[in-house]
């Protein structure tokens, strides 16, 4: 059990380790004679017979005499092998459930040791004899040294047995084991993945918390198709059904949907309402269907589609056919309509183009991709001659797929679109253009957007959609960190409310927002943004699904602008409203926007997270400027939360994605892997990579955003390396150098982040000349103009230069109580990178005494832990088990008072500094932690 798996090799839960643990320690109490009777409830699929096969090998290995029965509906138990030969007193072994009641209800009284374990799967189809045969067994558990383990469904449970088994429980002879579903953090543990992982939380949901069901979502093909060993067990079920449930089941997973009625049942399947009934009832009994209110589900949806996968597809087509005719009667809508009639085109019927025309028409904003096969059914039974019907639906379909994420495809039928018929809706060039930006088409984009933009702005009252084409034209400037030129701005607000359209207007406040902040005008930002969040947040979700480039806009503008919570809130509502409504397209740019405020403000693991995730669905959808963005957000939320031994790995990367662009998301990939560079210790490469990417140390190609931090990181290398990195002649590449350049641009900016920026700067050159008590006083500064903006992490890294300088100056109290708050910033920001800083920067004195504890060969894992060696490499090298080496570390953990590699890195590089020797190679190892 230590493992945490059993013989099959699926992991068991960490609900389940304490009850299986538990179970197993009754074989002791068996063979000290003392039987019981456990019984063990859950739904199927959450691991009962799994649990009952870790016992039979544990028992059998024990030396137990073992039987286990399987019991089937009406014909008792099946598969009944007895390990260790009979445990019935030389009573025969039993073939059949007759015999099995009666051997095991006729058990005499012990004449020696005839213990035994008795495991009887699917007990709820034993019926009244397994009521009796657990009565019997209550009664003379005291007697004989008997071990039963029987596993139910409580749906499925008899009310006889019910009644026992409560019966049992309440005297205490029934031991009661419930299996509820997993929790997300047990379904990260056995999938292997990260709890916020977009990914693991849709399977896990989908799942409903059932440990079969998850990991046969995990494991089923690019066409949902189930893996063999996981459908089998399900398979089963249905095996078992009559001619007539069955066709219910097939017509159900047909109807598909949340839930159906009898009605619809019964018209699929033509049976009528009674033998309908009848069928239905005998799904209900073997839990199958479940009841919600007056209507069915199943009981699973994976059930419901490996049932329809195993059904006839001529079958299915008809019962399609069926289903469409019945819904018609009813008034169905027509997206009810075409999820049927997709399915039995062979012999298309007049009239349903119409219908599932106007059902991609009615699903575009909430669920492009069935927009997109509703679409495409209807133009391949759409006469070629019907030019006008035809058009509509390639404009539905390259909608829905472009918004459904396939960038190319979509902007191949957008292309060809405007090739045939060249006057196109203002709407659909903005989202032609759009797709052009995330494929990185930037100069294609604004040729397009600058010719249809000429066609309708010097019209009297040009069409409100016109805004969506400006808006799109201006976030192509603002990636290009160029603010959108205000007659565009003007001419959208003067649209919008000529038009007397308030989400309109709200999304050309958006942009005006935006450029004020690119230009730094951060007022005039702040005012404009509000205006159009006060107009935005009004708007339902539904109204925003069809204009989310507005809220893009406004949510990015806030970012610029430094009002992170605010951005925060907005990037979350319109990734919601993405998930939700299958925009594929925009919902990387929304997941890195939220990855990236959450990075400002201090959480950079769920930083992390959201830019994994941002930065895989860009990959697949070929929007390669987000996924190299993504990336450097990756690896700078990484590096703050845990550094990695692929943190630089994944900088290079993002370097190499945006290879050859000059734009400001592609300078903010060589940026990001200076700060790990920096971060790792190799300060010369942090450097060399900052002044390549600013084109010189004026840092000129650098947006002025970017500047600042550039420069205190430019100041603080100085500071810790006690020399420029020019010409000492050189007044300008200084510590002082650097802080001058750095209050030039916070002078201009005026943002409270930049000011903060060149107030370490300039600490870290007052430190430089020796003048600690003003350095000191520019640091708390800092601290407080993060706090004002809310940028957690760099307040906590203000504090912590600001302890160091004050432990240099002599002022312990104050040193003491900056580290205290910084480390309480640290922690609730969960960043172990500054916990590690801090606790070097903490007792340094410590360090040396403390190694001296350690034994030679923890001293010998340590360093190799400390130079970043992962545990399975230290136990190739030192011929051990990866076991042995984690055991080595938590203990050396323990004595250094210690929780992490980065800990242990610095103080084995304190340590070093202390007595003289070289520093093993480790991250942070030759940087002083206020240099930040």
């Given at each position: 059990?230590?493992?945490?798996?059993?013989?099959?090799?699926?992991?068991?839960?960490?609900?389940?380790?304490?009850?299986?643990?538990?179970?197993?320690?009754?074989?002791?109490?068996?063979?000290?004679?003392?039987?019981?009777?456990?019984?063990?409830?859950?739904?199927?699929?959450?691991?009962?017979?799994?649990?009952?096969?870790?016992?039979?090998?544990?028992?059998?290995?024990?030396?137990?005499?073992?039987?286990?029965?399987?019991?089937?509906?009406?014909?008792?138990?099946?598969?009944?092998?007895?390990?260790?030969?009979?445990?019935?007193?030389?009573?025969?072994?039993?073939?059949?459930?007759?015999?099995?009641?009666?051997?095991?209800?006729?058990?005499?009284?012990?004449?020696?040791?005839?213990?035994?374990?008795?495991?009887?799967?699917?007990?709820?189809?034993?019926?009244?004899?397994?009521?009796?045969?657990?009565?019997?067994?209550?009664?003379?558990?005291?007697?004989?040294p008997l071990l039963l383990v029987l596993t139910h469904r409580p749906k499925q449970l008899p009310?006889?047995?019910?009644?026992?088994?409560?019966?049992?429980?309440?005297?205490?002879?029934?031991?009661?084991?419930?299996?509820?579903?997993?929790?997300?953090?047990?379904?990260?543990?056995?999938?292997?993945?990260?709890?916020?992982?977009?990914?693991?939380?849709?399977?896990?949901?989908?799942?409903?918390?059932?440990?079969?069901?998850?990991?046969?979502?995990?494991?089923?093909?690019?066409?949902?198709?189930?893996?063999?060993?996981?459908?089998?067990?399900?398979?089963?079920?249905?095996?078992?059904?009559?001619?007539?449930?069955?066709?219910?089941?097939?017509?159900?997973?047909?109807?598909?949907?949340?839930?159906?009625?009898?009605?619809?049942?019964?018209?699929?399947?033509?049976?009528?309402?009674?033998?309908?009934?009848?069928?239905?009832?005998?799904?209900?009994?073997?839990?199958?269907?479940?009841?919600?209110?007056?209507?069915?589900?199943?009981?699973?949806?994976?059930?419901?589609?490996?049932?329809?996968?195993?059904?006839?597809?001529?079958?299915?087509?008809?019962?399609?056919?069926?289903?469409?005719?019945?819904?018609?009667?009813?008034?169905?809508?027509?997206?009810?309509?075409?999820?049927?009639?997709?399915?039995?085109?062979?012999?298309?019927?007049?009239?349903?183009?119409?219908?599932?025309?106007?059902?991609?028409?009615?699903?575009?904003?909430?669920?492009?991709?069935?927009?997109?096969?509703?679409?495409?059914?209807?133009?391949?039974?759409?006469?070629?001659?019907?030019?006008?019907?035809?058009?509509?639906?390639?404009?539905?379909?390259?909608?829905?797929?472009?918004?459904?994420?396939?960038?190319?495809?979509?902007?191949?039928?957008?292309?060809?679109?405007?090739?045939?018929?060249?006057?196109?809706?203002?709407?659909?060039?903005?989202?032609?253009?759009?797709?052009e930006v995330l494929l990185c088409n930037h100069a294609e984009a604004g040729a397009l957007l600058?010719?249809?933009?000429?066609?309708?702005?010097?019209?009297?009252?040009?069409?409100?959609?016109?805004?969506?084409?400006?808006?799109?034209?201006?976030?192509?400037?603002?990636?290009?960190?160029?603010?959108?030129?205000p007659g565009r701005i003007e001419l959208a607000l003067r649209i919008a409310r000529s038009h007397?359209?308030?989400?309109?207007?709200?999304?050309?406040?958006?942009?005006?927002?935006?450029?004020?902040?690119?230009?730094?005008?951060?007022?005039?930002?702040?005012?404009?943004?509000?205006?159009?969040?006060?107009?935005?947040?009004?708007?339902?979700?539904?109204?925003?699904?069809?204009?989310?480039?507005?809220?893009?806009?406004?949510?990015?503008?806030?970012?610029?602008?430094?009002?992170?919570?605010?951005?925060?809130?907005?990037?979350?509502?319109?990734?919601?409203?993405?998930?939700?409504?299958?925009?594929?397209?925009?919902?990387?740019?929304?997941?890195?926007?939220?990855?990236?405020?959450?990075?400002?403000?201090?959480?950079?693991?769920?930083?992390?997270?959201?830019?994994?995730?941002?930065?895989?669905?860009?990959?697949?959808?070929?929007?390669?400027?987000?996924?190299?963005?993504?990336?450097?957000?990756?690896?700078?939320?990484?590096?703050?939360?845990?550094?990695?031994?692929?943190?630089?790995?994944?900088?290079?990367?993002?370097?190499?994605?945006?290879?050859?662009?000059?734009?400001?998301?592609?300078?903010?990939?060589?940026?990001?892997?200076?700060?790990?560079?920096?971060?790792?210790?190799?300060?010369?490469?942090?450097?060399?990579?900052?002044?390549?990417?600013?084109?010189?140390?004026?840092?000129?190609?650098?947006?002025?955003?970017?500047?600042?931090?550039?420069?205190?990181?430019?100041?603080?290398?100085?500071?810790?390396?006690?020399?420029?990195?020019?010409?000492?002649?050189?007044?300008?590449?200084?510590?002082?150098?650097?802080?001058?350049?750095?209050?030039?641009?916070?002078?201009?900016?005026?943002?409270?982040?930049?000011?903060?920026?060149?107030?370490?700067?300039?600490?870290?050159?007052?430190?430089?000349?020796?003048?600690?008590?003003?350095?000191?006083?520019?640091?708390?500064?800092?601290?407080?103009?993060?706090?004002?903006?809310?940028?957690?992490?760099?307040?906590?890294?203000?504090?912590?230069?600001?302890?160091?300088?004050?432990?240099?100056?002599?002022?312990?109290?104050?040193?003491?109580?900056?580290?205290?708050?910084?480390?309480?910033?640290?922690?609730?920001?969960?960043?172990?990178?500054?916990?590690?800083?801090?606790?070097?920067?903490?007792?340094?004195?410590?360090?040396?005494?403390?190694?001296?504890?350690?034994?030679?060969?923890?001293?010998?894992?340590?360093?190799?832990?400390?130079?970043?060696?992962?545990?399975?490499?230290?136990?190739?090298?030192?011929?051990?088990?990866?076991?042995?080496?984690?055991?080595?570390?938590?203990?050396?953990?323990?004595?250094?008072?210690?929780?992490?590699?980065?800990?242990?890195?610095?103080?084995?590089?304190?340590?070093?500094?202390?007595?003289?020797?070289?520093?093993?190679?480790?991250?942070?190892?030759?940087?002083?932690?206020?240099?930040?």
């Amino acid at each position: 059990m230590t493992s945490g798996t059993i013989d099959s090799g699926i992991p068991i839960p960490a609900s389940q380790r304490m009850e299986m643990e538990s179970l197993l320690s009754t074989l002791v109490a068996l063979k000290g004679g003392r039987g019981r009777i456990i019984e063990i409830a859950g739904a199927p699929g959450t691991g009962k017979s799994r649990i009952l096969a870790a016992i039979s090998a544990r028992a059998q290995r024990m030396g137990f005499a073992v039987l286990n029965a399987h019991y089937a509906e009406s014909v008792g138990p099946e598969n009944i092998p007895v390990h260790g030969g009979s445990p019935f007193s030389g009573a025969p072994v039993p073939t059949n459930g007759r015999l099995l009641h009666e051997a095991l209800g006729a058990l005499p009284s012990p004449a020696g040791d005839c213990r035994a374990v008795v495991l009887l799967d699917d007990f709820h189809w034993s019926g009244r004899g397994g009521a009796d045969l657990l009565e019997q067994l209550m009664r003379r558990t005291a007697v004989v040294p008997l071990l039963l383990v029987l596993t139910h469904r409580p749906k499925q449970l008899p009310p006889a047995l019910r009644s026992v088994l409560a019966r049992g429980v309440e005297q205490g002879t029934v031991q009661r084991v419930d299996l509820g579903p997993l929790a997300p953090a047990e379904s990260a543990r056995i999938l292997g993945m990260p709890a916020s992982d977009a990914r693991l939380l849709e399977l896990h949901r989908l799942s409903q918390g059932v440990p079969l069901f998850l990991l046969a979502l995990a494991e089923s093909g690019p066409d949902g198709a189930v893996q063999e060993r996981y459908a089998a067990p399900v398979l089963a079920e249905i095996a078992r059904l009559g001619p007539d449930e069955l066709a219910a089941a097939r017509a159900a997973a047909l109807l598909g949907g949340r839930s159906f009625d009898l009605e619809s049942i019964a018209a699929v399947t033509e049976f009528g309402v009674p033998r309908t009934v009848e069928a239905l009832d005998g799904l209900l009994q073997r839990d199958i269907l479940r009841a919600v209110g007056i209507r069915l589900s199943y009981r699973h949806p994976l059930l419901r589609r490996l049932v329809g996968q195993e059904t006839d597809p001529a079958w299915l087509a008809a019962g399609h056919r069926k289903a469409a005719a019945h819904l018609a009667a009813r008034a169905a809508s027509a997206t009810e309509l075409a999820a049927h009639l997709e399915h039995c085109l062979g012999d298309p019927l007049p009239g349903d183009a119409e219908i599932l025309h106007r059902a991609a028409s009615e699903a575009l904003l909430t669920d492009p991709q069935s927009a997109a096969r509703w679409a495409r059914a209807a133009l391949d039974i759409t006469p070629a001659e019907d030019d006008g019907p035809r058009r509509a639906l390639t404009t539905i379909l390259a909608t829905a797929v472009a918004t459904g994420g396939r960038l190319e495809a979509g902007r191949d039928l957008l292309h060809a679109l405007r090739s045939e018929h060249e006057a196109l809706s203002p709407a659909t060039i903005a989202l032609y253009a759009q797709v052009e930006v995330l494929l990185c088409n930037h100069a294609e984009a604004g040729a397009l957007l600058g010719a249809e933009l000429a066609r309708w702005e010097h019209l009297p009252e040009p069409p409100l959609e016109t805004v969506e084409m400006i808006v799109v034209e201006s976030l192509l400037a603002a990636i290009d960190g160029r603010p959108p030129a205000p007659g565009r701005i003007e001419l959208a607000l003067r649209i919008a409310r000529s038009h007397r359209s308030e989400l309109t207007e709200a999304g050309a406040l958006a942009l005006q927002g935006l450029g004020a902040a690119l230009e730094n005008r951060m007022d005039a930002a702040t005012a404009a943004l509000a205006d159009a969040a006060a107009l935005i947040d009004r708007f339902t979700d539904l109204d925003l699904a069809a204009h989310l480039p507005y809220l893009t806009a406004l949510a990015w503008g806030e970012a610029l602008a430094c009002e992170f919570h605010s951005a925060q809130r907005h990037f979350a509502r319109g990734t919601a409203i993405a998930r939700k409504h299958g925009r594929r397209d925009l919902l990387p740019v929304l997941l890195l926007g939220l990855a990236v405020t959450h990075l400002q403000i201090g959480r950079p693991s769920v930083s992390r997270e959201l830019a994994r995730e941002a930065g895989t669905l860009a990959q697949e959808s070929k929007a390669r400027h987000v996924w190299g963005f993504a990336l450097a957000v990756e690896a700078l939320g990484a590096a703050w939360a845990e550094p990695e031994q692929d943190t630089i790995r994944l900088a290079e990367k993002a370097v190499t994605v945006l290879q050859g662009d000059r734009f400001h998301w592609a300078l903010a990939a060589p940026l990001a892997l200076a700060t790990v560079a920096r971060l790792r210790g190799d300060r010369r490469r942090a450097v060399m990579l900052i002044f390549d990417t600013g084109g010189g140390p004026a840092l000129e190609e650098l947006p002025s955003v970017l500047r600042p931090r550039s420069f205190q990181l430019l100041a603080g290398a100085v500071m810790e390396s006690g020399r420029p990195f020019s010409a000492p002649a050189d007044p300008v590449q200084t510590s002082d150098g650097w802080a001058s350049r750095a209050e030039e641009v916070a002078r201009v900016t005026g943002r409270a982040s930049h000011r903060a920026h060149a107030g370490i700067a300039r600490g870290h050159a007052l430190r430089t000349r020796g003048e600690l008590e003003a350095a000191l006083d520019s640091y708390r500064t800092a601290a407080f103009l993060f706090s004002s903006v809310g940028m957690t992490r760099e307040q906590a890294l203000a504090l912590m230069a600001g302890a160091s300088c004050a432990s240099a100056a002599g002022r312990a109290d104050d040193a003491a109580s900056m580290l205290q708050f910084a480390d309480e910033l640290a922690h609730r920001i969960d960043s172990e990178t500054i916990v590690g800083f801090l606790q070097h920067l903490r007792a340094p004195e410590t360090d040396s005494l403390a190694m001296a504890e350690l034994t030679p060969r923890e001293r010998e894992i340590a360093t190799m832990a400390g130079d970043g060696r992962k545990t399975r490499d230290i136990a190739r090298q030192l011929s051990v088990s990866p076991r042995t080496v984690e055991v080595h570390l938590s203990r050396i953990y323990r004595k250094l008072n210690i929780d992490s590699r980065t800990s242990l890195a610095l103080l084995l590089a304190g340590a070093a500094g202390q007595s003289g020797s070289p520093a093993p190679r480790a991250a942070g190892d030759e940087h002083r932690v206020g240099a930040w």
